[in-house]
């Protein structure tokens, strides 16, 4: 970000000097073009005093006089190019010059004795042979202001863009470091409601720990205060296995509520993975009559295939246990124009409650008897470790259930 902006500064100083080159080329030209003018100016009644190669030095003094006055010219020369000064108006300043060539017209064959001074008068002398050279000198006045004010637009617009910079780079750190206090401030929030997670964690973990290690402790002092007989030996050993397995499941969900596990990233075929659960689930649905239908082609996506096999599994098994009989359930697979990928479960159960949907991926948040509501706590642990998103929509007419998985572009 700091080299950009250095880049931009240093771009926007080359601009201005740039600006200002440009700038005060056009003034200094314009100052010339109007020297030549006012030059070509001079010329023209400096010509009507010199004919026929003669002039009057106190009428051509006079003319130029008049015509620097008129011109605004701080001085006006004609001189034999190189030699001596013919006649001359207004004095020297430490300003512009300008000079050309010269040439009033001179009779042909022209000698002392070939043209009489006719009816020329008295002060009248013949032009000096050589060349004559016309100049002119101009006040730099109006060129320096506009030089000056050049010069302050550049100072002024260059510091007030890179004000403009180091203002944004100032708010923009301001806005960086806002933005990190706050990342630390939700993640100080994200710890305790960690905290507060772990906490409900370990009462239900001892709730649903105590009533099974209950039945399993009063089938066995009832196996060994009574020897009954064989059948009743293999119901009650039948019965703390039953147990056990559910403790065991039990805790195997609390740990992995409480200390995921890393992310093993393979390419997943979706499709193939849905069609694969639907299959496994064909005994569940043949017990209601219900359908339950893949759509959508096959999209490979970077997941954790057991995380990922974990979260359909208790998605598509919820909408199960949810509809009643000859009901249907969807799993459709969809891509956006950005290359992202969605997966809907769709159900026509009865929906969920409208009190528990705002808890509904909390644990303990459950509307099934029976259900210790870490299932859809599971599946937001999944999709926010492969960082996808998991909400829940409700399907419309006050039945039905849409879950909804969006996984970025893989």
């Known amino acids: 970000m700091y080299f950009a902006l250095a880049a931009t500064l240093a771009a926007v100083w080359t601009w201005q000097v740039l600006d200002l080159r440009a700038s005060r080329n056009e003034h200094r030209e314009e100052h010339?073009?109007?020297?030549?003018?006012?030059?070509?100016?001079?010329?023209?009644?400096?010509?009507?005093?010199?004919?026929?190669?003669?002039?009057d030095p106190e009428s051509l003094q006079a003319t130029l006089e008049q015509t620097r006055a008129d011109l605004g010219i701080a001085q006006v020369e004609l001189r034999v190019s190189g030699g001596e000064t013919l006649a001359e108006a207004g004095a020297p300043v430490d300003g512009s010059r300008f000079s050309k060539p010269f040439l009033p017209p001179r009779p042909r064959g022209r000698g002392p004795g070939a043209h009489g001074r006719g009816g020329l008068g008295p002060g009248t002398v013949s032009l000096p042979d050589g060349e004559l050279e016309l100049s002119i000198e101009l006040q730099d006045t109006i060129l320096e202001r506009k030089l000056a004010a050049d010069t302050r637009r550049f100072l002024v617009t260059a510091t007030a863009l890179t004000l403009a910079l180091a203002a944004f780079a100032f708010f923009w750190r301001l806005r960086d470091r806002s933005l990190r206090l706050t990342a630390h401030l939700e993640a100080s929030r994200e710890r305790v409601r960690g905290l507060e997670y772990l906490g409900r964690?370990?009462?239900?973990?001892?709730?649903?720990?105590?009533?099974p290690l209950g039945v399993v402790r009063g089938h066995a002092?009832?196996?060994?205060?009574?020897?009954?007989?064989?059948?009743?030996?293999?119901?009650?050993?039948?019965?703390?296995?039953e147990e056990t397995d559910r403790t065991l499941a039990?805790?195997?969900?609390?740990?992995?509520?409480?200390?995921?596990a890393p992310l093993r990233s393979v390419p997943l075929d979706l499709h193939a993975l849905l069609t694969e659960l639907a299959e496994l689930l064909d005994p569940d649905l043949a017990a209601k009559n219900a359908s339950l239908e893949v759509r959508g082609r096959s999209v490979s996506v970077m997941a954790d295939r057991d995380q990922a096999r974990r979260l359909f599994l208790n998605l598509l098994l919820n909408?199960?246990?949810?509809v009643e009989e000859g009901g249907e359930i969807v799993a459709e697979i969809s891509q956006d124009e950005r290359g992202g990928t969605r997966v809907r479960i769709i159900d026509d159960g009865p929906g969920v409650p409208a009190e528990i949907r705002d808890s509904l991926f909390e644990p303990y948040v459950t509307r099934r008897a029976?259900?210790?509501g870490l299932g859809l706590a599971l599946a937001k642990q999944v999709t926010g470790a492969h960082n996808w998103t998991l909400r829940y929509d409700p399907r419309g007419q006050d039945r039905g259930t849409i879950m909804t998985v969006e996984m970025g572009p893989s």
């Open 250 to 260: 039990r805790l195997d969900e609390f740990l992995m509520l409480s200390r995921p």
């Open 32 to 55: 010339r073009g109007i020297g030549v003018a006012l030059l070509g100016a001079t010329e023209g009644p400096a010509l009507r005093e010199c004919r026929g190669g003669y002039y």
């Open 319 to 322: 909408s199960v246990q949810a």
């Open 370 to 372: 029976g259900g210790t």
């Open 221 to 241: 002092q009832r196996m060994h205060e009574k020897a009954g007989s064989e059948e009743d030996v293999r119901r009650g050993a039948a019965a703390i296995v």
């Open 201 to 211: 964690i370990g009462a239900g973990l001892a709730h649903e720990t105590r009533n």
